[in-house]
């Protein structure tokens, strides 16, 4: 009898252990795809100067390189664009913010829809010392969809897509709006379907260090 009760306690306490672990079957610090791991920032802070971005962390190349400072990155290739993308899964509707800064005419930004294959496809809002471009990129091509001049050197600039609608916003210091001065949008936003899912990332054109970009930030909407 004593034995009998000692398995069937045995039984109980194994079918409870069962039905917790069908309700969490990770432990909370590992993100599905495209769930709680977003979002991430990064400030480019613990890299070495000089290295390039690919390859540090989970950051991965799409098109050229990018450079780290040791506390922020820049373009890295004269004459061409850059993109390097987060190498986690996210949600098709997502965003990417970084902070701008220096006077160049190279320029530096962020990018979405990421194809994340090495094509050269994606969606790049980018600014130089006194100009901000919406770019889509195909197969390493770029089509200016949008451009705006203002000598603000110094400014935070986010991305997001949601559906086909592509939105750009700054922050001069009072917090995001959109950018409502770029040519052939609406009031900031630009109706595309081209690209419908993807990484989020950086973006970058040319090869100077005196334009910036610092504290990156991407998730989803």
Known sequence: ???????????????????QIG??????????????SWPVTDDFNSYE???SLAGQGNWAQEENAMRCTGTAISSYVSGDESCIFYNVAIN????ASIDCSGTNS?????????????????YAYVSKQNFRYLYRVDNGSPTTLGSVYDNTPTISMKLSASGSTISCYIDKGEGWV???????????TFSDATYGTGYVGVAGYG????????NWEGGEL
Not at 25 to 36: L, M, V
Not at 109 to 115: D, H, M, N, S, T
Not at 207 to 214: E, I, P, T, Y
């Open 49 to 51: 100067a000089a290295s």
């Open 92 to 95: 098709a509707n997502q965003y």
């Open 1 to 19: 009898m004593k034995k009998l009760l000692i398995l069937l306690t045995f039984i109980f306490a194994f079918g409870i252990v069962q039905s």
């Open 106 to 122: 190279d320029q530096i930004g962020i990018a979405v829809r990421i194809g994340g294959g090495a094509e050269g496809d994606y």
């Open 178 to 188: 959109l950018d409502s001065d770029l040519s052939n949008t609406a009031d900031g």
């Open 207 to 214: 090869n100077a260090v005196q334009r910036l970009g610092d």
């Open 23 to 36: 309700r969490y079957p990770y432990s909370k610090g590992i993100a599905e795809a495209g769930g709680s």
